[in-house]
Protein backbone atom coordinates (compact mmCIF):
# COMPACT_ATOMS: atom_id res chain seq x y z
CA UNK A 1 0.00 0.00 0.00
CA UNK A 2 2.91 2.57 0.80
CA UNK A 3 4.10 1.54 -2.55
CA UNK A 4 1.27 3.15 -4.61
CA UNK A 5 0.99 6.47 -2.26
CA UNK A 6 4.87 6.80 -2.90
CA UNK A 7 5.29 7.30 -6.49
CA UNK A 8 3.19 10.18 -6.93
CA UNK A 9 4.42 11.69 -3.62
CA UNK A 10 7.78 10.90 -5.41
CA UNK A 11 7.02 12.73 -8.92
CA UNK A 12 5.85 15.78 -7.07
CA UNK A 13 8.98 16.12 -5.09
CA UNK A 14 10.65 15.60 -8.59
CA UNK A 15 9.45 18.20 -9.89
CA UNK A 16 10.06 20.29 -7.20
CA UNK A 17 13.52 19.57 -6.93
CA UNK A 18 13.75 20.36 -11.16
CA UNK A 19 12.39 23.13 -10.67
CA UNK A 20 14.21 24.78 -7.76
CA UNK A 21 17.91 23.39 -9.21
CA UNK A 22 18.45 26.38 -10.95
CA UNK A 23 17.52 28.85 -8.22
CA UNK A 24 19.57 27.14 -5.85
CA UNK A 25 22.81 27.17 -8.59
CA UNK A 26 22.43 30.90 -9.21
CA UNK A 27 24.77 32.69 -7.25
CA UNK A 28 24.04 36.25 -5.56
CA UNK A 29 24.38 39.23 -7.68
CA UNK A 30 26.14 41.06 -4.47
CA UNK A 31 28.22 44.12 -6.46
CA UNK A 32 29.64 46.76 -4.81
CA UNK A 33 27.99 50.40 -4.90
CA UNK A 34 29.06 51.91 -1.80
CA UNK A 35 31.88 53.19 -1.88
CA UNK A 36 34.50 53.65 0.59
CA UNK A 37 33.36 57.73 1.88
CA UNK A 38 29.75 56.39 2.41
CA UNK A 39 30.97 52.50 4.08
CA UNK A 40 32.74 54.59 6.58
CA UNK A 41 29.82 56.94 7.15
CA UNK A 42 27.55 54.23 6.99
CA UNK A 43 29.66 52.03 9.54
CA UNK A 44 30.06 55.26 11.98
CA UNK A 45 26.46 55.90 11.68
CA UNK A 46 25.30 52.26 12.73
CA UNK A 47 28.11 52.38 15.47
CA UNK A 48 26.43 55.71 17.20
CA UNK A 49 23.18 54.58 16.42
CA UNK A 50 23.34 51.10 18.25
CA UNK A 51 25.35 52.92 20.99
CA UNK A 52 22.31 54.99 21.61
CA UNK A 53 20.00 52.08 21.64
CA UNK A 54 22.11 50.31 24.06
CA UNK A 55 23.11 53.24 26.73
CA UNK A 56 21.02 56.26 25.48
CA UNK A 57 17.78 57.33 24.87
CA UNK A 58 16.65 55.54 22.12
CA UNK A 59 15.94 51.97 23.32
CA UNK A 60 14.77 49.27 21.20
CA UNK A 61 14.87 51.97 17.96
CA UNK A 62 18.40 52.31 18.02
CA UNK A 63 18.37 48.53 16.45
CA UNK A 64 18.02 50.04 13.38
CA UNK A 65 21.15 50.74 13.17
CA UNK A 66 22.00 47.30 12.40
CA UNK A 67 21.29 48.51 8.60
CA UNK A 68 23.64 51.15 8.19
CA UNK A 69 26.05 49.07 9.63
CA UNK A 70 25.64 45.95 8.02
CA UNK A 71 25.22 47.96 4.81
CA UNK A 72 28.95 49.52 5.40
CA UNK A 73 30.60 46.17 6.31
CA UNK A 74 29.23 44.49 3.31
CA UNK A 75 29.99 47.47 0.49
CA UNK A 76 26.40 46.71 -0.50
CA UNK A 77 23.02 48.28 -0.47
CA UNK A 78 20.26 46.94 -1.62
CA UNK A 79 18.04 50.27 -1.80
CA UNK A 80 20.97 51.49 -4.16
CA UNK A 81 20.74 48.80 -6.33
CA UNK A 82 16.45 48.95 -6.79
CA UNK A 83 17.06 53.38 -7.70
CA UNK A 84 20.14 52.90 -9.65
CA UNK A 85 22.22 54.68 -7.49
CA UNK A 86 26.35 53.89 -7.25
CA UNK A 87 29.02 55.86 -4.78
CA UNK A 88 32.09 53.60 -5.79
CA UNK A 89 34.82 55.31 -7.99
CA UNK A 90 34.85 53.86 -11.33
CA UNK A 91 38.08 51.64 -12.22
CA UNK A 92 40.35 53.11 -14.73
CA UNK A 93 40.25 50.77 -17.54
CA UNK A 94 43.69 48.80 -18.67
CA UNK A 95 44.84 50.00 -21.73
Same mark, same amino acid.
Given at each position: ????????????????????????????????????????????? #? =? *?? %? !?? /? +?? @??????? $? &? #? =? *?? %? !?? /? +?? @??????? $? &? #????????????
Amino acid at each position: MTSINAQPRRVVLDLIWKGLQPRLQRKANMTRNVGNTDRGLRIAA #G =V *VL %L !AL /G +LF @GPLGWWG $L &I #G =V *VP %L !AT /G +LL @GSCPVYS $L &I #GLNTCPLRPEKA
